[in-house]
């Protein structure tokens, strides 16, 4: 993770704490770790003082009123059905794989029934314990409507588990760019667009603000009524104290195709480098392309160099627009989006919005519904579909054959008997 300071968590959390250690109380004489530039928020750079003694139970104290569970690995394995790669498996970052698992009620007090994401650190991997340590303190002290819920931990030995509410409809990238799906309405994307605005305009508007830096559709999770919440807190950061402008960072991190050129360029990173991310997952969201694709024309696989351009021509927008679509869009909700997207991905860090002004955009958005043009499903009437189903009964009885109903099965998966639709 790449920070102006090395974080030295790893020796203050020595590796081998056992279930009980984590879960017992801090001793008196033990040094409380005290923010340092916030009275409100613990931050990753208060823990990285090397004068600190944290253990542990220092971290849960210190994140007390923030309700996080310390579980143990054995009830992790009850939790996921002992991490079942083939029942449970839903997904895989760079951190490790995540189960998905169930928490009786019975598992402990004051814990409710519920499903629940688990992500284990995978120990061969290029992440580790600062980018657990970032989500613990992050989600830990965060809360809100657009921010993925942290319900508890796991650090146990050198193992490192977070155990997060369950989105029922997994990323916002397999939504969109999953092959075999109905493609997510105008509305819906707007809706997902303006919810992780909400998220990121939260983080940035904090007491001290917070940089989220890995900001991408795989990173924007759903619930099961497209409510969409910020996960993946490994590489966040804090901002710049006081009047500083940036924080300069050792290493540039994010996803390539997200990350702002000029935090690429310098280093330098500041709330408009997670803008211009949200700007590239807006146009991800309109053209129903990936920001990267190696699997397009050279010209074309750079999302932001190839639409850009297009999007200030409001006679060429619709070119891009996802094709998946089908025009059902408003013209005019477009020409803003498309227009809020082109000044997100300004090269100008401050020629972007802030992220307070994208969500009042975006709520404008939603409101344009009236010029969407609807298509209208063709339903059979219902004499005739009962006809069509006598018929379809007395010919098989008539003909006895597997053959006509071969026939009739392979039509209606053709797409031939499909409804058809009319503007
Ligand atoms: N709370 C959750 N509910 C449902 N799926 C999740 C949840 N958290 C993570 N996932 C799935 O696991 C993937 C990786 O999770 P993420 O937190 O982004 O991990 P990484 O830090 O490894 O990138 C997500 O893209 C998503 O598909
Ligand atoms: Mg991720």
Redesign the pocket.
């Known amino acids: 993770m790449g920070s102006s300071k090395k974080i030295t968590l790893s020796s203050f959390l020595p590796c081998c704490f056992t279930p009980k250690e984590s879960e017992s109380k801090p001793k008196p004489e033990q040094k409380r770790v005290v923010p340092s530039s916030s009275p409100q928020r613990l931050s990753i750079l208060d823990l990285s003082n090397p004068g600190s003694e944290l253990s542990i139970s220092d971290l849960s104290s210190s994140l007390i009123g923030s309700n996080l569970h310390v579980f143990t690995l054995d009830e992790l394995r009850v939790i996921t059905n002992n991490f079942s790669y083939s029942g449970n498996f839903?997904?895989?970052?760079?951190?490790?794989a995540?189960y998905?698992g169930f928490i009786h009620h019975k598992l402990r007090a004051g814990l409710r029934a519920q499903n629940?994401?688990v992500?284990v650190l995978d120990l061969e991997g290029s992440?580790g314990h600062k980018?657990w340590l970032a989500e613990v303190i992050f989600l830990g002290q965060l809360r809100h409507p657009h921010l993925?819920k942290l319900i508890g931990y796991c650090c146990e030995k050198e193992q490192r588990v977070l155990v997060?509410?369950?989105?029922?409809r997994?990323?916002l990238?397999?939504q969109l760019f999953r092959r075999y799906s109905i493609a997510l309405p105008w509305l819906k994307r707007m809706k997902i667009a303006l919810g992780a605005a909400k998220g990121l305009s939260f983080l940035h508007e904090e007491n001290k603000p917070v940089i989220f830096r890995d900001f991408k559709a795989?990173?924007v999770?759903l619930d099961s009524d497209f409510k969409a919440k910020l996960?993946?807190f490994?590489f966040a950061r804090d901002g710049p104290d006081g009047d500083k402008s940036h924080v300069t960072t050792e290493h540039i991190l994010g996803t390539k195709g997200y990350v702002a050129p000029e935090y690429v360029m310098t280093g330098h990173l500041t709330t408009m480098s997670d803008v211009y991310s949200f700007g590239v997952v807006l146009l991800e969201l309109l053209t129903g392309r990936r920001s990267m694709d190696k699997n397009r024309p050279r010209r074309e696989q750079s999302l932001v160099e190839w639409a850009r351009h297009l999007l200030r021509n409001p006679r060429k927008i619709d070119l891009i627009m996802d094709p998946r679509l089908d025009g059902e869009y408003s013209g005019q909700g477009v020409r803003v989006a498309a227009t809020l997207a082109y000044q997100c991905l300004s090269h100008q860090p401050k020629s972007r919005p802030k992220m307070s002004a994208v969500v009042k955009t975006l709520e404008s958005i939603l409101e344009m519904k009236d010029d969407i043009p609807t298509k209208f499903v063709y339903v059979v009437p219902k004499e005739e579909h009962k006809r069509d189903r006598v018929n379809q009964v007395k010919d098989h009885k008539e003909n006895g054959n597997r053959l006509r109903h071969n026939a009739l099965h392979k039509r209606i998966s053709n797409g031939s008997d499909s409804p058809r639709y009319q503007r």
């Open positions: 839903i997904g895989e970052g760079g951190f490790g995540v998905k629940v994401a992500k992440q980018e993925v997060y509410e369950y989105m029922a997994g990323n990238d397999n795989a990173n999770l996960s993946d490994g």
